[in-house]
């Protein structure tokens, strides 16, 4: 069902974007990556791709904080491939600091990116999905879009609106044979929370697996990390055609953590 289809996901150079990535190629799509990285990696992952699954890969480094330059990667993708039927808003950028000592200008990019982005694909996106009678939009969101956090306003922020997001799109295009969901994965082991359990190990004389305990302690009941390649697979059954009767839901997958 997916073979020959158009994903486009932001924030797929690397981490949990590049295992949906590659996961969608395995389902025979094309792939739009977008992200940051050093070129040569970029490229490697690109070729990967490509020779692994036997589809093409169109790379894309729009600034997501300019419109410009989201509409001129959304209408590459469509003259390359004739439409973007998967869209994947993954993109995300996180800051840690109260309401009172975040930098407007971070508060300003983490709307741009996090949230105005997504907009910005969506409505892009949407007429020639409505053309076609056929789309799949999933908007990552987070388990911190289901509950508040101290210190991460812009994440919880931006992560909870795209719910409301999700839901008003979703009724926008029944009828279509499009749906439109969130995810809301908790912690999944990324280069940036790596980095982040290296600090604290760092910080406090302890081992790797013992940052690690500590920081899954008052996170997912299972204390271990979402796998990538499970969220991926989840996003691939959305896609689907079995997925094709859920839209407008937010389905957590992170180890009973907003059970909790």
Not at 42 to 53: Q, Y
Not at 205 to 218: I, M, P, R
Not at 225 to 235: C, H, Y
């Amino acid at each position: 069902m997916l073979k020959g289809r158009c994903a486009l996901i932001t924030g797929s150079t690397s981490g949990l974007g590049f295992a949906v990535a590659e996961r969608l190629a395995a389902e025979g799509c094309n792939i739009v990556l977008n992200g940051l990285g050093a070129a040569e990696e970029i490229e490697s992952r690109k070729r990967k791709l490509e020779a692994g699954f036997g589809i093409r890969v169109l790379v894309h480094g729009a600034n997501l904080v300019r419109p410009s330059e989201i509409e001129d990667m959304v209408g590459r993708a469509i003259d390359t491939f004739g439409a973007i039927d998967i869209l994947i808003n993954n993109a995300v950028v996180r800051n840690f600091a109260p309401v009172d000592s975040l930098p407007v200008e971070r508060w300003d990019e983490a709307i741009a990116v996090n949230l105005s982005s997504a907009f910005h694909t969506i409505r892009l996106a949407l007429p020639r999905m409505r053309e076609r009678g056929w789309g799949r939009i999933i908007n990552m969101a987070s388990v911190f879009a289901l509950f508040g956090a101290a210190d991460r306003v812009d994440y919880v922020t931006t992560k909870t609106a795209l719910i409301g997001m999700t839901r008003a799109v979703a009724m926008e295009t029944l009828g279509y044979d499009i749906t439109c969901n969130a995810v809301c994965p908790g912690s999944v082991l990324t280069p940036a929370i790596e980095s982040r359990i290296h600090a604290i190990a760092a910080a406090k004389g302890l081992k790797y697996e013992q940052a690690v305990g500590q920081f899954l302690a008052d996170r997912q009941p299972t204390r271990r990390f979402i796998a990538a390649e499970n969220v991926a697979a989840l996003v691939a059954f959305l896609c689907g055609h079995a997925g094709r009767d859920i839209t407008g839901a937010t389905l957590p997958i992170d180890g009973a953590w907003s059970a909790s």
